[in-house]
């Protein structure tokens, strides 16, 4: 079977499209992404990237006109009977590499730890879900030593509303999104810093769609 889906985004001053197309090798997974770079001058490698997959396991990205390769493994272990998923992720072009984990205690609580190897900072996550339809997650960057705090509620089945909130930058953001398989998904924001005397909010909107083929 073959997936493929398109996205589309629109902003003030800009716009911008990416198509992926996916299909099932085996107990592998490959996909190619790709954006408008790629195709409206004419087709060029721009905004071209390939994928290898194995769910659970690993993926390997190729960024292919940067000639840059990324690297994320997966595995799940069990922590006082408590699953705790770890990701490992290495930029070969940056010399990048992250670690990150999340802890999850029920299906209310989880907590996530990201710690980018080098940088001597950590960012950790709670995650609280209270009857299935709000979620909270504030979180702590401790190179920064600041808190960001983000609230979201699922309201009519499909749509949910989202609000964030950055201490140090002081950006306030507004979300509002709806994820449909027959309709397709779309995700309106805004946002504002409070630190601009001329207070104008930046609006964006995104529409993607799936398909099976």
């Known amino acids: ?49 390939l994928a290898v997959e194995k769910p659970g396991s690993f993926i390997i990205d190729y960024n292919v006109p940067k000639k840059d390769i990324r690297f994320q493994f997966m595995n799940s272990i069990r922590v006082m009977e408590k699953p705790l998923n770890l990701n490992y992720i290495h930029f ?38 209270h009857g299935g339809l709000a979620t909270f997650e504030p979180s702590y960057d401790t190179a920064k030593n600041a808190w960001d705090f983000a609230v979201s509620r699922k309201v ?38 409070l630190l601009e005397e001329r207070k104008m909010p930046k609006l964006s909107a995104e529409t993607s769609w799936d398909f099976e083929m």
């Open 1 to 49: 079977m073959m997936k493929a889906s398109f996205k589309a985004r629109y902003e003030t001053d800009k716009a911008a499209a990416a198509t992926t197309v996916a299909f099932n090798a085996g107990d592998f997974k490959l996909r190619a992404s790709m954006t408008d770079a790629t195709v409206v001058n004419g087709p060029s490698l721009n905004g071209l990237a």
């Open 92 to 129: 070969h072009g940056d010399k990048r590499t992250i670690l990150d984990g999340t802890l999850v205690f029920d299906s209310a609580n989880k907590v996530s730890a990201n710690h980018v190897m080098g940088s001597g900072s950590c960012k950790l996550k709670y995650t609280y879900v």
């Open 156 to 193: 009519y089945g499909d749509d949910v509303f989202r609000a964030t909130y950055q201490t140090t930058s002081r950006n306030l953001g507004l979300e509002w999104s709806r994820s449909s398989k027959l309709n397709g998904s779309f995700k309106i924001c805004a946002s504002l810093c």
